[in-house]
Nanobody
Framework: QVQVMQSGGGLVHPGGSLRLSCEAS????????MGWYRQAPGKERELVAE???????NYGDSVKGRFSISRDDAKQAVYLQMNTLKPEDTAIYYC???????????????WGRGTQVTVSA
């Protein structure tokens, strides 16, 4: 089984910065990608940023140039540096880990519990 623990978030003024962290624990799986999604009230969950194992990154259009994703393979961790935050970035941010079972070969998604990010004056 994989467990996903995330931290960071909070309240910040517009133009400010925050950093989110996420670590996956367990060993019976191979990580294919790690990333972040967010969900604002009344809206669907959307991709914020994702890093595939080969290093390829994908960003949501609204965060390009402001957010940056990085990882630490030794810790099975991924980080999201969020700069120049805007009120419309307010949402619950979820860490996502795409895995393949080391023995089963089954693909699966694991999610963190979510953390609130609020951007307000």
């Amino acid at each position: 089984q994989v467990q996903v623990m995330q931290s960071g978030g909070g309240l910040v003024h517009p133009g400010g910065s925050l950093r989110l962290s996420c670590e996956a624990s367990g060993s019976s799986f191979v990580i294919n990608a790690m990333g972040w999604y967010r969900q604002a009230p009344g809206k669907e969950r959307e991709l914020v940023a994702e890093m595939i194992t080969n290093g390829e990154t994908n960003y949501g259009d609204s965060v390009k140039g402001r957010f940056s994703i990085s990882r630490d393979d030794a810790k099975q961790a991924v980080y999201l540096q969020m700069n120049t935050l805007k009120p419309e970035d307010t949402a619950i941010y979820y860490c996502n880990v795409k895995i393949t079972g080391r023995y089963s070969g089954t693909h699966n998604n694991a999610w963190g519990r979510g953390t609130q990010v609020t951007v307000s004056a």
